[in-house]
């Protein structure tokens, strides 16, 4: 196998691996945040035992998530050394800014969220909440600038060509606000919080289901279902409005998400579907002229198609761009649905009694993370053949030296260290989850 290829499956695993978990640290946070709110507004003990409890799992996925974080930086440098030379300046910025007002903020504030029960005033404590929160959310900003440039570059100029080419940062606030950051970074979150409010529901779905903790669990699940509700339907609005700038600025990504090649004619929106890219056919169930519509509110307004580019400059993996991007659609779709149904029972007072829809929440944790999963591949597979959109191709990235047998090996070292650390993880969290909030119900009242 090619070794850039092998270069680029490496990295997509190892950054689609380490992105399980901070998509989970991000939505936990929230859930903390608010849980530990409602013990200080109301002294009920059921909201502490709340806290206590979710802050394990929080910890347990916050150290997962670091330790599976680092091998990142360091594949920069070996496999893709012309890549990190031509955006160290920009990279360099954004990474240094996350790691002193991110996961500083949030490591130290873990600390007294950790290890402050009892020794700090409960405002101190709920404060140390938000702080962990925020340090998290601030991570992600920094990570999605650094993309986005890559996606949308402004705020640089070119120093020197060829190999030894580099972007040097001329405006820094530019390069944050790079024409797709803010959007991304929106929806990014609300992927993230629908990841953490998911996997609440989930073991609490599961508990209502065996008779455990019942009158918490309840507290716990009506409140993680309210911020599922607000943010499946906001990242509907996001995603939107993310889709307009990627038709803006990148309309080859576009028209290969949606699977459309003429320039000439509307474009139809496919709601599920099969790209053969030879042919240039899409075979499936669609809405005539809805792509047209969503972008230019006319059905009959022409969308720049693939045909519209030169064959190198666009993306090669056309089916899998639209599939990716499709069922991250469909599961945003079904998510808005169940939520929305759940709190329609809630409404009348029936949402507990309905015993299919509790099992159906409590497997909807994997739904978010594979519509996260399945978002960024659709990005990342959609901005080639450039690894910086418009300026650096993914094979001029890689690094010349590294040869496709050290890639290959490494690849299989990641492949076990990964698997094991995973085992690890699923361990853990169904020790904490069986074990309940079993030490906290101890000395909480009225605790079913």
């Known amino acids: 196998m090619e070794t850039e290829i092998l270069a680029r499956i490496q990295f997509a695993f190892t950054v689609a691996f380490h992105y399980i978990y901070p998509p989970l640290s991000i939505g936990i946070g929230l859930i903390m945040v608010i849980m530990e709110g409602l013990y200080l507004k109301t002294g009920n003990k059921h909201y502490e035992v709340l806290t206590r409890f979710w802050l394990k799992i929080f910890a347990i996925t916050f150290g997962i998530g670091v330790a599976t974080g680092i091998i990142m930086e360091f594949e920069f440098g070996t496999n893709w050394s012309v890549y990190s030379r031509y955006v160290g300046d920009i990279f360099g910025s954004a990474l ?173 929106l496919y709601l599920l579907g099969w790209v053969d890219d030879e042919n240039q056919e899409v075979t499936g169930l669609k809405v005539l002229g809805g792509l047209s519509f969503l972008l230019h509110q006319d059905f009959e307004a022409p969308v720049t198609g693939l045909n519209a580019f030169p064959k190198e400059d666009r993306p090669t993996q056309v089916n899998a761009v639209f599939q990716f991007y499709h069922i991250m659609i469909s599961i945003g779709m079904f998510l808005i649905g169940l939520t929305l149904y759940a709190c329609f029972l809630w409404w009348r007072g029936k949402l507990f009694e309905k015993k299919w829809l509790l099992k159906i929440f409590a497997i909807s944790v994997l739904l978010p993370q594979i519509a996260n999963q399945a978002g960024w591949f659709a990005a990342e597979m959609g901005r080639q053949p450039w690894i910086v959109y418009g300026h650096l191709r993914t094979s001029e990235g890689f690094s010349q030296e590294v040869s496709s047998n050290q890639i290959l090996f490494s690849l299989i070292l990641f492949l076990v260290i990964y698997t094991l650390l995973f085992l690890l993880f699923i361990y853990s969290l169904n020790k904490k989850i069986k074990h309940g909030p079993h030490d906290e119900a101890e000395n909480a009242l009225d605790i079913i």
Do not use: C
């Open 96 to 268: 240094a800014a996350e790691g002193l007002f991110a996961f500083g903020l949030e490591s130290a504030f873990l600390g007294v969220l950790i290890f402050g029960w009892n020794r700090v005033s409960p405002k101190v404590h709920f404060i140390s909440a938000i702080g962990v929160f925020l340090g998290s959310m601030f991570s992600a900003v920094w990570i999605v600038v650094a993309n986005s440039w890559q996606q949308t570059p402004a705020g640089y100029h070119i120093v020197g060509e060829g190999f030894n080419a580099r972007a040097e940062v001329t405006d820094f606030w530019a390069m944050v606000f790079n024409p797709s950051s803010v959007d991304r970074i929106i929806h990014v979150w609300q992927g993230a919080f629908l990841a953490g409010t998911f996997l609440v529901l989930s073991v609490h779905a599961y508990y209502l289901l065996k008779g455990r903790y019942v009158e918490i669990s309840k507290k716990a699940f009506k409140i993680a279902l309210t911020v599922a509700t607000i943010f499946s339907l906001t990242q509907l609005v996001s995603g939107h409005s993310s889709a307009e700038g990627v038709a803006e600025n990148q309309p080859a990504k576009l028209a290969a998400m949606e699977g459309h090649y003429e320039t000439s004619g509307a474009a139809d």
